[in-house]
Nanobody, 123 residues
Framework: QVQLVESGGGLVQAGGSLRLSCAASGRTFSSFAMGWFRQAPGKEREFVAG????????NYADSVKGRFTISRDNAKKTVYLQMNSLKAEDTAVYYC????????????????WGQGTQVTVSS
């Protein structure tokens, strides 16, 4: 079993930055690909960014490319999402998720989920 706890959300003005963290506990963190997803009110959950177990390969949604950066520290069992140049449309609940082995963009492919952290960007 893996437990995931997100932190770092909050209220920020458009153009600002936030860094989300997702701390994992339980089974071997380094075996998992990690993903960040988000869900805005009235919308479906969508993929934001993902990173493979080694950290050597990442993937981003087109809407966040060049603004968001995903990284991980396997020694600390933590994955991060650095969000810069935030826009009002980035407002959502952000979730981290874990799955064994390879990176996927579909939320149904992820086994473990955190409880989410709210990010609100004011325009």
């Amino acid at each position: 079993q893996v437990q995931l706890v997100e932190s770092g959300g909050g209220l920020v003005q458009a153009g600002g930055s936030l860094r989300l963290s997702c701390a994992a506990s339980g089974r071997t963190f380094s075996s998992f690909a990690m993903g960040w997803f988000r869900q805005a009110p009235g919308k479906e959950r969508e993929f934001v960014a993902g990173i493979i177990w080694s950290g050597t390969s990442t993937n981003y949604a087109d809407s966040v490319k060049g603004r968001f950066t995903i990284s991980r520290d396997n020694a600390k069992k933590t994955v991060y999402l650095q969000m810069n140049s935030l826009k009002a449309e980035d407002t959502a609940v952000y979730y981290c998720a874990a799955r064994y082995r390879d990176l996927r963009v579909e939320d149904t492919e992820y086994t473990y989920w955190g409880q989410g952290t709210q990010v609100t960007v004011s325009s």
